[in-house]
Every structure is written in C-alpha cells, then in structure tokens.
C-alpha cells in the first residue's frame, strides 16, 4: 500500500469510528476560535501563500465543479434539465444522482440514463473555477489530487500531473472485475448518445460489454458498482505519494477546494495529516458550507468560507493586478 493510501485507510477508519460526529455535518477534530480575517485580507493571504510556496498540492472535490455549474448531482435545476430533461420530465428525479439509484425495468434505459450522465461530463467545457485555478498556478511546481470523475483537471493538465483517486468516467471496467483491463468510455457513450437521439432508450446491441467474459461493462468510477481497485486505482495513489514524499521539506501548500462532508477521508483529513507532519508545510480551504480548520492548525493555515468560484476569481484579479504592478 502506498504512503498516500495508507493516509487514506487510516483516515477511514476514523470515519468509521466516529461516522454519527460526521453524519451530522461535523468533525471530531477540535478546531480553531480564532476570528478569520475579513474577505479580502484573505484572498491577498491566499495569493501570497502561492506565490511563496516552492510547490502547491490542490486537492479539488465536489464543491469545486459544482461551483462552476457542475451542479445537477443533487437537485433538479436548471443544469439538470439541462442535460438530463427526457428523465426528469418522466421519472422526476431530484438531481443526477438520484437515477443512478433507480431500479430500471430494462438494461437500456439504465445504460441511456447512464449514457446521459457520462456525456454531459466527458463534454463538459473547462469551467471557470478550473481556468482560475489554473491561473493562479501558473508557474509553480504543483500536482492535483482530485476526487471528482467529471475530467475536468485531465483536460486542462497531463495526466502525471493529476492523481484521479475515485475514477475517471472515460474509462469502463468489467462490471464483475473479471480483468484488471479499463478500455475507452468516450466512444461507446457518443455512440449510445447518438442512437437514443431524444429518447429515453439505446439499443441493446449499443450496450458495452467486457471484451473477456462477455458480461456487462460499467464506469470505472467509485460508488455505484464493484470499483476496480486495480493497477490504474494504485497507479493514481502512486502518482500522489512519490509527489508528496518528494517534496515533504519544501515549503509546500495544501490547497483544499470543496470537500463535503461524505468524504472528508479522501483529501481534507490527510491534507491536515501532512501539513502538521512536514517542517515547512501550509494549508488552506476554501469551502462554501464548512469553516473548518483544526486548531492545531491555526498558525499555518487558513479557512475561507465563500463561493469558491467567486474566490478563486478574485485571487485570480489580484494575482494578475499584483504581476502587472511588478
């Protein structure tokens, strides 16, 4: 097991033992009484945080492409009847999510449905929070741990820049793990897209299978089927730990950007893990819900509670204005 998994595991079994404290929305971690600075001494904080950092470790969850407008996972809104209107309109699901956990009367309604969600993600253009991001890092030593499967880093980094640690939706797996094989997702889905046109249904033949038994496909991603915890999975956890251990005496910034609350073990625990165990490390939050730094942190990081895309914009402004004065 790597040294970045074994974080990981060690955090889960915190999860565990305390599951009613974070169910709640809560942490068990003590955290710090200290005032936050107001907003803007904050964002000229987190800018100068990157800018001294000899390297930056982001850990983008959930909270960060729902900021962007990747927010259909959990409501029907606006970017649900978006992308996902034929199903809403017949089953009246609240969010993408909710499909996924239908029991479908037939294979090729489920793999339309899910057809759906993969495309609306594999086509998704680079949202904004991500180009922020990505303007604020220019120039640094940095690597991504995201746990999002929406491909949003790996179209805008290379991939040993980016470690994908819940799955990817361009790829399939065997749905019964017969091989250790992940093979292309995207065109397969345009495929089935292309054939449902505006219904509801593909063909049965157009449903993907494994090229070695035979069964059912189904994405390589965690959460709603038998994840492959393969080469590919270690190969992700690999990637994180040589980049973390290569860099434990650097002055390296933990950036944190919208961990909820069902999977605080994945990147918030170990990131606070790692910035208490390595001499020069920093951290810092952004998170639209959630104020919550440790207190044991209090002196070395910071917590910014706001609209993430709103933050990582003015960051970014402040950035480019402070560049432009130089």
Not at 115 to 138: E, G, N
Request: charged share 25%; net charge negative.
């Amino acid at each position: 097991m790597s040294f970045y998994e074994e974080l990981v595991t060690q955090t889960q079994m915190n999860y565990s033992r305390y599951y009613p404290v974070y169910a709640s929305g809560s942490t068990p971690y003590q955290l710090t009484d200290k005032k936050p600075l107001p907003y803007g001494e904050q964002i000229d904080r987190l800018v100068q945080e990157v800018k001294e950092a000899d390297c930056v470790v982001v850990g983008g969850a959930s909270g960060l492409s729902a900021a962007g407008g990747g927010d259909f996972y959990y409501e029907d809104n606006d970017s649900y009847r978006k992308y996902f209107r034929p199903f809403a309109e017949k089953y009246h699901f609240k969010g993408a999510f909710a499909g996924m956990m239908h029991p479908w009367e037939t294979r090729e309604e489920y793999w339309g449905y899910l057809a759906t969600f993969l495309h609306t993600t594999q086509t998704a253009p680079l949202r904004d929070p991500y180009l922020d991001l990505d303007v604020l890092l220019k120039g640094k030593d940095f690597f991504v741990l995201t746990t999002n499967q929406d491909t949003q880093f790996v179209k805008l980094y290379p991939e040993n820049k980016v470690a994908e640690i819940q799955g990817d939706h361009r790829f399939f797996q065997c749905a019964a793990c017969c091989t250790d094989d992940t093979w292309d997702a995207v065109k397969p889905v345009a495929e089935m897209m292309d054939a449902m046109g505006d219904g509801t249904k593909i063909p049965t033949e157009l449903i993907p299978r494994c090229p070695h038994c035979g069964g059912e496909a189904f994405p390589w991603v965690r959460g709603y089927g038998n994840f492959l915890q393969g080469a590919k999975y270690e190969e992700q956890y690999e990637k994180i730990s040589r980049y973390v251990l290569e860099h434990k005496d650097s002055k390296i910034l933990f950036l944190e950007l919208g961990v909820g609350r069902l999977t605080p073990m994945f990147i918030q625990e170990p990131f606070w893990n790692l910035t208490l165990s390595f001499p020069h490390a920093r951290y810092i939050a952004i998170n639209d819900k959630y104020n919550f730094l440790p207190k044991q942190l209090e002196d070395r990081g910071m917590a910014i509670v706001a609209d993430i895309a709103q933050v990582l914009r003015d960051a970014r402004d402040t950035m480019e204005s402070g560049d432009n004065n130089q």
